[in-house]
Structure formats: C-alpha cells, structure tokens
C-alpha cells in the first residue's frame, strides 16, 4: 500500500519546478529594482529616493529566496530524500516535513520584516496606525515560533 503511494511522490516536481520559476522570476525582479536604484543614482544624484528601490530589491530578493527554500524542501522530502547532502550548507540540510516547516516559518517572519522596513520608508511622510498591522503579525508569528521551539526543545529533553 505504501509503495503505491509512493508512486505519487513526483507530482510533487510540479510544485518544484513552479516555485523554483517563481523563485527566479522575483530573483529577475529584484535585480531591476537595484538597477533602477542605481540608474536613479546617476542620472539624478541627489535627487529622488534611491534607497526606495534597494529596499524593494531586498524585499523581493527574500521572497525569492522564500520560494527557492520551499521549492528545494519539497524536492527533498518528496523526491530527493535518499541522496546525500553533504555540499549543502547545514541550515539547508532538510529532512523532514516539520524542519522545511520551521525554515520557512523563520523565512517568512524575516521577509514580514524586512516588508515593513520597505513599507514604513515607502510611506515616511504619511504614516499611519496601519503601519502597526504588520509588526503586529510578525509579533505573533514569532512568538508561535518560539511557543513551537520550547515545545521540541521540551519533548526532546524528555525522550532522553
């Protein structure tokens, strides 16, 4: 029964392979934003909001490495688990379900706020309660992260 369910493990390269494509395509996306920046820089120095442009870049840099993280997680755990990672960095080493959960969870709180970062200098000039909703967001995420953590770090203790 179980082999059989196995034979389904590389549908799973669709979700690969599209979010690897989504991971190149904010990584593409992100790389104009700096350019703009730095064409904004030369043709009119002094003048305009270079920096708004690099802060756009990391913002979309992040989430195209969210997307590369979730794309070569998947690969891993659904098609890839037999082969050995040693060339990967140790963050990177992926094996199950609950780490790629965890990585991303670290990801995206870091991509939240570096999102806001982008937002509040987006928006210098005319801030306002709204800008709270997000810091408010990326509060909770981390502290269900931490929640989450204390819980393994608990129940590994307790196994030994």
Known sequence: ???????????YLIAVIITGINSL??????????????AEIIN?????RPGLHFVESFDTFMIAFMFLIFSLGM?????????KDD????????D???ELKILLWET???T?????????????????WHVLLLPGVIFLLSLSLFIVRKEEKHSDEEKH
Request: no cysteine; aromatic share 16%.
């Open 96 to 98: 199950s379900f609950k």
């Open 112 to 128: 939240l706020v570096i999102v806001t970062v982008s937002d509040v200098v987006r928006k210098m000039d005319r801030l306002s």
């Open 75 to 83: 690969m891993r755990i659904f098609t890839h688990y037999h082969v």
């Open 1 to 11: 029964m179980f082999s059989r369910l196995l034979q389904f493990r590389y549908i």
């Open 108 to 110: 995206v709180i870091l």
């Open 87 to 94: 060339k990967l960095p140790g963050w990177l080493r992926i």
């Open 25 to 38: 395509f904010f990584l593409g996306n992100g790389v104009v934003h700096a350019f703009h920046g730095y």
């Open 44 to 48: 009119h120095p002094g003048a305009g």
